[in-house]
Each structure stands twice: as C-alpha cells, then as structure tokens.
C-alpha cells in the first residue's frame, strides 16, 4: 500500500485542520490505519488509530478530545480532524497501515508526512 499524507500548513493556537491520509496500491481497506507524529530534536509518537471497520479508534492521552480519526474506505482515505491545536501539536505527522488499531501493533508502508506548524 502507497500512502500520502496532506493537509498540512501554518496554523494559529486554537484553530482546527483536517489531515488526509490517501491510499493507493493495495487492499488499503483491509488494514487498521494509525497517524504518528514527530516533531523535531522527538522521537516519533502514537497519535490515533482506527480499525479497518472503523471502530475501534484508539488515541494518545496528549490529544484526546481535540482530535478525531475517521476514514471512508470507498476512498481509500483516513482522516485526522485535529481541533483545539496546540504549539505543542507541531510535528510532521505521518500515516500507516497496521494489523490492529493499538499504539504497540505493527506498522509499515509509511507514507511520507505533513508537517503541520502551531504558533502561539
């Protein structure tokens, strides 16, 4: 599976964006779909995950309720709604494909990421 992350850019503290993880390639549908994210100097980190049914959806406690996953597999798209942004939430933010929707499944086809910016 091939996946592109977009939607990132410049954002305000407080305001909201939505994050599209689009899938080509493969049975994209199939599979659990996890977001991650790495800010400069950090290691990467476990943001949010949804089943290839969509539920269940798991989160870091960082961004819990302030952002939301989602996906449409008839477009072979995961979304990642992230409200309430924080200087901290600055990152470039990276989607997989996995067995389950847990922070410690296994996860590969990383696509390349979008770097979403927070100022205060």
């Known amino acids: 599976v091939q996946l592109q992350a977009s939607g990132g850019g410049l954002m305000q503290a407080g305001d909201s964006v939505r994050l599209s993880c689009a899938a080509s390639?493969?049975?994209?549908?199939?599979?659990?779909v996890g977001w991650f994210r790495q800010a400069p100097g950090k290691e990467r980190e476990f943001v949010a995950a949804?089943?290839?049914?969509?539920?269940?959806?798991t989160y870091a406690d960082s961004v819990k309720g302030r952002f939301t996953i989602s996906r449409q597999n008839a477009k072979n798209t995961v979304y990642l709604q992230l409200n309430s942004l924080q200087p901290g939430d600055t990152a470039v933010y990276y989607c997989?494909?996995?067995?389950?929707?847990?922070?410690?499944?296994?996860?590969?086809?990383w696509g390349q990421g979008t770097q979403v910016t927070v100022s205060s």
């Open positions: 949804i089943a290839w049914s969509g539920s269940p959806t």
């Open positions: 997989a494909v996995g067995d389950r929707p847990y922070a410690s499944s296994s996860w590969w086809d």
């Open positions: 390639g493969g049975t994209f549908y199939t599979y659990a």
